[in-house]
């Protein structure tokens, strides 16, 4: 469906943002309800059921709650800092949120280079627009090569390639770049910032600055359980950033854009990236379990440790605050894990099924919206599946496992792109790499779990006794 540029247009899109931020305050709201619902089934308790009909008030009863509880400020806290933090967790988290599509989207058109070689090679010195212009009315301006993409530098490069695109156009009976990004501008998009040809890379780097809101929140505390978290929250969000960005290189070299809208639309004429690298995808979601502090990875904020992590200080809706801060980085890991490895709002034989307009638009939103909350479940099942790991496993499964695993991965795909082999192979060899690292790290020596202690005896004899 496609809208003229007018204020129609402004206003759409002024309130599909509001929808979207409200939606995601209410979806966090409700997402920590189904948790503790979740997490009763898992344990056999009955759950949040008193505040409304089958509890589905309680995220509004918790909300008066937290708003209306006394706001507690230690006396040691540098309050600067102990205020700012709460505040980056959330914003960060929710900024991540502008790349994502929640629905159907039109790709960005890109511009090919159609110009014809045998002129290109003639005209070769500095000209002006103006000087071009009789020479391209007297020329063939383009030629029957394969075209490839092209960013002109220069106002007479510009003026060169798009009159190359026209003619080709002309000459073909397809549109031109200019009409496709004309028709670009009017189709309405289900995503906040569109046409960001680096957003996989702006959600990785405003997700990455989650780390200030915890070690702000530790260190500004002045409790040492506080700091103790921020300190391994610091480590482990750094190192597990390296692993998580080395997964998705590979989707970046088969769809060939940083675009998550030209990722999408590669994934529903190619099939989705994960049935191609299903262990790029583990370490991916591997990845970002540890970015969102979710179980098995929760060491920052540890009870039986920490006694509550870097949040131990915080109280009503500074607590509050980061715990939105933590259900919205679910969210948006969440959209970008579908986008990147499951299709996005892309549902092979059911999103093909109408045609162009709201009914086709609602129907992408709800697949979208449903592979969503699928991967929400996941995380939280996940809480009540796996024990949270020691800090040395915590290190060593990311420096010792993922790192090369990544790397493997990456080097596969480079190879089947670089060879023009068939892309079955991809799938075919990072599992079976996964398969032959595990079988060599079993075989590898593993690191004494017990070492000798010396007890140093009498001081004046200085025996000494070896203990194990």
């Not at 997402?31 to 619902?37: F, N, W």
């Not at 679910?330 to 970008?336: A, C, D, I, K, V």
């Not at 690292?437 to 140093?456: H, W």
Request: hydrophobic share 50%; proline share 6%; glycine share 8%.
């Amino acid at each position: 469906m496609y809208i003229d540029f007018t204020e129609t247009t402004f206003w759409i899109t002024l309130v599909l943002i509001g929808a979207i931020m409200g939606a995601i305050q209410g979806t966090c709201a409700y997402m920590i309800m189904a948790e503790r619902k979740i997490s009763a089934w898992a344990q056999d308790r009955i759950g949040p059921n008193r505040v409304g009909p089958w509890g589905l008030l309680q995220p509004i009863a918790d909300g008066i709650k937290f708003a209306l509880k006394e706001q507690v400020v230690p006396g040691g806290v540098d309050k600067l800092f102990y205020f700012l933090g709460p505040a980056v967790a959330l914003a960060t988290a929710t900024l991540a949120i502008a790349v994502v599509p929640v629905g159907r989207t039109t790709p960005v058109p890109t511009l090919l280079d159609h110009r014809n070689p045998d002129l290109v090679a003639r005209l070769t010195g500095p000209m002006t627009p103006a000087q071009l212009a009789p020479l391209l009315e007297s020329d063939k301006l383009y030629g029957d090569q394969k075209a490839g993409t092209i960013w002109p530098t220069t106002e007479t490069e510009k003026v060169w390639v798009l009159a190359a695109d026209r003619a080709w156009a002309e000459a073909h009976n397809e549109q031109s770049y200019e009409e496709r990004l004309a028709e670009y501008s009017r189709t309405v998009q289900f995503v906040i910032a569109p046409h960001m040809d680096i957003g996989v890379v702006f959600v990785l780097a405003v997700g990455s600055l989650g780390v200030y809101a915890i070690v702000l929140g530790g260190w500004s505390s002045n409790n040492k359980y506080s700091l103790l978290g921020s300190l391994r929250s610091s480590a482990q969000l750094i190192s597990y950033e390296i692993p998580m960005g080395m997964a998705v290189l590979g989707v970046f070299l088969v769809s060939g854009s940083l675009n998550v809208e030209k990722i999408i639309d590669h994934q529903t004429s190619a099939g989705w990236n994960f049935f191609f690298q299903p262990v790029a995808c583990l370490l991916f979601v591997t990845a970002i379990f540890a970015e969102c502090n979710r179980v098995p990875f929760d060491l920052p904020e540890c009870e039986q440790e920490l006694v509550g992590g870097y949040h131990t200080e915080y109280s009503g809706m500074k607590f509050a605050l980061f715990f939105l801060g933590e259900y919205t980085a679910m969210l948006s890991t969440s959209f970008l894990a579908i986008s990147l490895f499951f299709g996005g709002w892309h549902l092979p034989y059911v999103t093909e099924l109408l045609e162009p307009g709201y009914g086709e638009m609602i129907l992408k939103v709800a697949v979208f919206a449903g592979k969503m909350v699928l991967f929400v479940v996941f995380y939280m099942l996940i809480r009540w599946t796996i024990p949270r790991f020691r800090f040395d496993q915590l290190m060593s499964l990311t420096w010792k496992v993922m790192m090369p695993l990544a790397l493997a991965c990456m080097l596969i795909v480079l190879l089947v792109k670089h060879y023009e082999l068939p892309p079955w192979l991809m799938p075919l060899g990072s599992v079976l790499v996964l398969l032959v690292m595990t079988l060599v790290s079993l075989r590898m020596p593993k690191a004494p779990t017990r070492s000798n202690l010396v007890v140093r005896g009498h001081p004046v004899t200085g025996d000494r006794v070896l203990m194990n």
